[in-house]
């Protein structure tokens, strides 16, 4: 089986293991603080993921959230993994999470499939053909004023209530948008935006595992990423996102609320 083909597999056996699952209290544990929640289901789902990949395409890097990576420094594609994104959600709520499967070589994006689990639906594109949800094309939205644009974000604290040097700017931004909203699932975040269900995303932290899927989709649907700064996304290592519905947005928030010379 080709790449694409068994990751589409391995999504959605995993989605339908967690749609199923019925986590008790004492499977949720803390990592970083009370904050940053793990569950055996994202330990387990990571490794079924891992598995399924790794006899296929032994030589392949795996980075995922819950386990170090496999392989690091080999040849082979490097695959992203998120087996929940969104465990609050998926803690408090049993809605709004998602496995993310990301597969790049090297800087070439591959593909992209974000499993929004309980819809379900699945978000998908391989590089160069489109994004779809199941099987139907998606776009970006085509608004393009400020007071047109929705805006996601996250990780409300830390983009927006905690200081940080952009802080500023971020809050003027939130305040002129028509509205902010926060899923709690970047991936499936940046597929809204890929759907054209929002216009605009910002986070000061993302991982890879989080954002390298979604923003493959995203891109593919017309939308556009960087970090504050406008430089390309890194694919290996925590950073801050922007994403927005086109490339002019992207630009004009830059310029108007980020500090970036016009
Ligand atoms: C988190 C979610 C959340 C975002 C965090 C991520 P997790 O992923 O995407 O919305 O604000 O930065 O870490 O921990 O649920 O996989
Ligand atoms: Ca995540
Ligand atoms: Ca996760």
Known sequence: MERFALARELVLQAGAALRESRLREDEIQHKSGYQDLVTRWDKETEQFLRRGISEAFPQDIIVGEEYPAANEGAEGCTWYLDPIDGTTNFVSQHRNYAVSVGCWRGEEPLFGLVLDVERPALYWAEAGSGAFRDGTPLHTSRRREVQELLMTVPGVPRTLLNPHPRQEGLLRLARE???????????????????????????LRSCPWDHNAGRI????AGGSLCDLEGEFLPLDRRTPVLA???????????????GAAE
Do not use: H, K
């Open 177 to 203: 948008v028509r509205g902010v909203r926060s899923l709690g699932s970047v991936a499936l975040e940046l597929c809204a935006l890929a759907a054209g269900e929002a216009d605009l995303f910002v986070t």
């Open 217 to 220: 989709i995203l891109a593919e």
């Open 244 to 258: 927005a519905n086109a490339p002019e947005t992207l630009r004009l928030v830059r310029e108007r609320y980020l």
